[in-house]
């Protein structure tokens, strides 16, 4: 896997950890009700999104590895393109149910594969 693609790996992992930890400990309610909180998961989330577009242009097979990928750059696309019409549940709940098993992933493809 080239340095690049482990970039964007890393990108991806540390702004979907950044996330979950900013959303740790809320309910749907306090997210809702927290602009300053719902802004910084906005910001991680097209972070993410953008890495693994990047990552899927630079190495394809690697980014096929991921799930999630479609709906992870679609979701960017959303909150950068459709800013006006997000829909606050949806984030929620990708950030408290579909965000960790994305990052158990992103976290796994950054150890380097073992040895013959």
Do not use: C
């Amino acid at each position: 896997m080239a340095s690049d693609a482990r970039t964007y790996l890393w990108d991806a992992l540390q702004a979907a950890e950044r996330a979950m930890r900013f959303a740790n400990g809320r309910d749907f309610e306090s997210y809702v009700q927290d602009e300053l909180l719902r802004s910084a998961v906005e910001r991680q989330l097209e972070i993410v999104g953008e890495a693994l577009n990047h990552l899927r242009k630079l190495e394809p097979a690697t980014a096929e590895q991921l799930p999630e990928l479609a709906a992870a750059i679609g979701l960017r696309n959303v909150l950068i393109h459709g800013y006006a019409s997000v829909d606050n549940r949806l984030v929620w709940d990708v950030v408290s149910a579909h965000l960790p098993t994305l990052a158990v992933r992103l976290r796994t493809m950054q150890r380097p594969a073992a040895s013959p």
